[in-house]
């Protein structure tokens, strides 16, 4: 059974269909429009959540960005995204794939929401002055160790840079990498230029949803 991956441009799911372009497997990709709880509703007999990504393999079915880009290292035995066990920063690998949901995409997501998407009486400044300062405190470790170095674990691209790096994308997407520091722009440049990033942002220009803020 082919792989099929349910996605909204920019979205989380841009780090499965990035995942699955830099390892060359093979997928079917749906785009939706965003959200789709809302605007497509019969999407929620597909995914109850409403949320994207949804990735079907087989009976394998997971909801989770980062853990699909993990799934997809270790199913497809596509080691050299990866650090192994073994490696002195193992460690560090796995706490950069946590760190890039729940530390980072977590407070984009509350900037986006009470910026841009809810009604004019329930947009709050104050939620997203509070995140922004939140999230941008929490950068200080990145900002430090890309000062010597190019990728986030061994020096080398693995999926940690696609979990960070998107969600590093999506703050630029919502208007916040006019205050990114140097090291974070020069990184986040650097990921932006690879063909693979490149060909899973061609998939679903159309249904650009950040394409009026």
């Known amino acids: 059974m082919t792989i099929k991956l349910w996605h909204c441009y920019d979205s989380r ?3 499965s269909l990035w995942a699955l372009e830099e390892m060359g497997i093979d997928y079917e990709v749906e785009v939706l429009p965003f959200p789709p709880r809302f605007l497509k509703k019969e ?3 597909i995914n109850p959540l409403g949320t994207v990504p949804f990735f079907k393999d087989d009976n394998t079915c997971l909801t989770e960005s980062t853990a699909i880009c993990h799934y997809l290292v270790e199913k497809y035995n596509q080691h ?11 460690g560090k690998f796995l706490n ?3 760190q890039s949901d729940t530390t980072y995409t977590f407070p984009l997501a509350l900037i986006l929401r009470y910026k841009h998407l809810e009604k004019a ?4 400044p104050q939620v997203v002055e509070d995140y922004t300062q939140w999230l941008f405190s929490r950068m200080r470790e990145l900002i430090n160790h890309l000062q010597t170095n190019t990728y986030l674990c061994d020096n080398r691209f693995t999926i940690a840079d696609i979990a960070i790096g998107m969600a590093l994308h999506f703050g630029e997407r919502i208007g916040l990498s006019d205050s990114y520091k140097p090291e974070i722009k020069e990184y986040l440049a650097r990921l932006q230029s690879r063909p693979a990033f490149k060909r899973a942002r061609e998939i679903g220009t159309d249904l650009d949803p950040f394409s009026n803020l």
């Open 43 to 45: 999407y929620l007999e």
């Open 13 to 15: 799911s841009l780090r």
């Open 121 to 124: 009486e329930r947009l709050n």
């Open 96 to 98: 950069y794939l946590y």
């Open 80 to 90: 050299q995204f990866a650090i192994p066990v073994e490696h002195p920063e193992y």
